[in-house]
């Protein structure tokens, strides 16, 4: 029997599938599709750091600038959620389960207390819960694609509002839909919506603080 064009076959296949991302961030081990939940609880036991997707182990790019960056949103947020009261912000480890399948950890997550069950973070090690906001902070291994994927994955969690901060670029792209964005220029300021209205925040004041000037 002739393979299906449209079925991945090589390793190569699977880079394509998740967005052409480098190759020394997809475990083989699962081999790529094969991956499950408990496969991504062994990962994390021995001290990898990755998300499950589509089957698929895959390294999160951690860089120390970019935690920085991180650090400072969810002290931002912490403070414009009335110290938390309001709701609550997770960092780059902050696991979540997407679906049946996936495993996520948006750079900084913010969940309004409202919308969690019984206004309580779930105790179990991977939650099935998503963000009202999501932050990814670019790093030179992400691809358009790869960030796009998550896009997707976010908003058809309910999430309603990511943002992607550029650092190389100091701006923001903001989407409130999966592929709709507004850039956030140096002088102007990150909202949180409805969201969390108290949030606002020049771009410079988040590169700045980052950088002590």
Not at 32 to 61: F, N
Not at 75 to 96: C, K, M, P, W, Y
Not at 178 to 194: C, H, N
Request: hydrophobic share 45%.
């Amino acid at each position: 029997m002739l393979p299906n064009a449209a079925v991945a076959r090589t390793f190569a296949d699977h880079l394509v599938l998740l967005g052409g991302i480098p190759a020394d961030r997809v475990h083989t081990d699962p081999p790529p599709g094969a991956a499950t939940i408990d496969d991504w609880i062994a990962a994390v036991d021995r001290g990898d750091v990755c998300e499950l997707v589509d089957g698929t182990l895959v390294d999160r790019p951690l860089g120390f600038y970019e935690s920085l960056l991180a650090s400072c949103l969810i002290a931002h947020l912490f403070a414009a959620s009335d110290n938390g009261r309001l709701g609550v912000t997770s960092g780059e480890q902050g696991f979540i389960r997407l679906g049946e399948t996936q495993v996520r950890a948006p750079d900084v997550a913010f969940f309004l207390r409202a919308n969690l069950p019984e206004g309580r973070l779930p105790s179990e090690r991977l939650p099935a819960i998503c963000p009202d906001i999501a932050v990814e902070i670019l790093n030179s291994s992400n691809t358009m694609a790869e960030m796009a994927q998550k896009r997707k994955e976010y908003f058809q969690g309910g999430c309603r509002l990511v943002w992607m901060v550029d650092p190389g670029a100091r701006n923001v792209a903001v989407y409130r839909s999966p592929f709709r964005a507004e850039i956030v220029g140096w002088d102007s300021y990150l909202v949180g919506d409805d969201i969390l209205p108290e949030f606002k925040m020049l771009v410079s004041e988040l590169f700045n603080e980052v950088d002590g000037q």
